[in-house]
């Protein structure tokens, strides 16, 4: 593996905190309760995040940290309370939250059977990074029926043949961009990949990885979605120090840009005293 050397640089907390004149509320947890049988894994949780804030969920085994970080994301449900996301319910608002969410489980999350670059692609496309929609060919059914009976085509007149070689043109040019944007999408994953220390693997299957490198396919995500909160569930899980070190300095920017992030850890960051805010669970 390529080895890599990162420096957690120290920066000031004073955007990061909490300032009432100036705080920007993001996501707001209200009352969330969760029951397993008779017993009450998550009891009455209730907490906010704010834009440039780390929050770190802390709790014993099967204290439920896990279960509230799936409830956040809509992937799981709570028995009671409500999740928002700036200021909107996100039962009644998922897509509009999901467009500014990004989840990475305890899990890779990743297909085993398909390469890096593959992966990531695919993650790419699904969240819309390759733009180009589908056309609508609806348009080009010239060929009148009426009564449900077909007609021959009429021949086209100049102004209407002058369009259609238009729209053929038109069509082309949306493919070649397209298959620019792919390319643009190949080179950008790679660069991230070749940052990760794993360039050299990015077209082999991911069942023939280490942990620690399938971990930084997935953890590569965060570099090629563009979102405003991250919710990780144990980021740091089969790094070494330098994987570490990358997620560190990766987390401090995007809060110190604006974003927000929610994780869980048995590794702790390596960060400045009082940048991280702590909710416990299980007390």
Known sequence: MVSMAFTVKARSCAFLMNNNATVNTLLQAK???????DNILIDNVSFSLSAGSV???LGPN???KTTLLRIICGIGLADEGQIFWRDNDTQSNRELFHQELLYIGHKAGISSALTPMENLSIHRGLHGSVDGGARDNGARDSGARDNGAPTSAPTPTTDEARNENKSRSTDKTVSTDLALAKDVSA???QQVLDELGIGDKAQVTCNKLSAGQQR?????????QKATLWVLDEPLTSLDKA???WVTEL???HVQAGGAVM???HTPLEVEDGLVQLLELGK
């Open 55 to 57: 929050t770190q969920v």
């Open 216 to 224: 930084r396919v997935a953890l590569a995500k965060l570099k090629l």
């Open 243 to 245: 994987g570490q070190a």
């Open 263 to 265: 994780f869980t850890t």
């Open 187 to 189: 080179m950008q994953i």
């Open 31 to 37: 009352n969330i309760s969760v029951w397993r049988g």
């Open 251 to 253: 987390l401090l920017a």
């Open 62 to 64: 099967g204290s439920g």
